[in-house]
């Protein structure tokens, strides 16, 4: 059996249509969609703007996207992220040893007013300061192996006991206690 779609000489797949078809309808609603575009004999700058959407306030990179949001599109066979190619666009080089921040923190922003340049220590600031920093190290009883309280590290701290007859006053291993004694583990309690 063909598929449905005129002058389609494919073998059905599923729902009456060939796997191409099928796998367009799935994605875009309609199985005669076509998204590939060829760029041959375009400039990277022409290329760039194809993928630019909304131009107030964030310009929203409608191409591809890493795992992390951010745009990314091929220049000369490397894979470069869109708001690098905006800076170069329309400000110049990026010099060696900077990045280009956001000053939104919208990943798939490529709007040069809200781009700047900085370095990898300065991004990370920018971060920390607008609270957008994982916490991804929990420490102490918010850690999901914690096997002390913080009132049993400070007793265990205090007390003249064995790391023995600690550990099993404590039901964990001498070497949970012993860790915690010499403050290689619980580090922000005093």
Known sequence: MK?????CQYEVFATGLCSRHYTAKRKYG???VV???QHHGISPEERFFRFVGLR???WKW??????NGYGRMNVSGKPILAHRISYTIHRGQIPK???VCHSCDNPNCVNPDHLFLGTQADNVTDMHNKGRAI?????GENHGNAKLTEEAVKEIRNSK???SSLARKFGVSRAVVYAARERKTWTHIP
């Open 30 to 32: 309609d199985p005669t």
């Open 35 to 37: 998204k590939q575009v």
């Open 3 to 7: 598929c449905s779609i005129p002058f």
């Open 161 to 163: 006991e064995s790391t």
């Open 56 to 58: 107030s306030g964030c």
């Open 62 to 67: 409608i191409g591809s996207t890493d795992p």
């Open 97 to 99: 040893g900077m990045v």
């Open 135 to 139: 916490k991804r190290a929990l420490s």
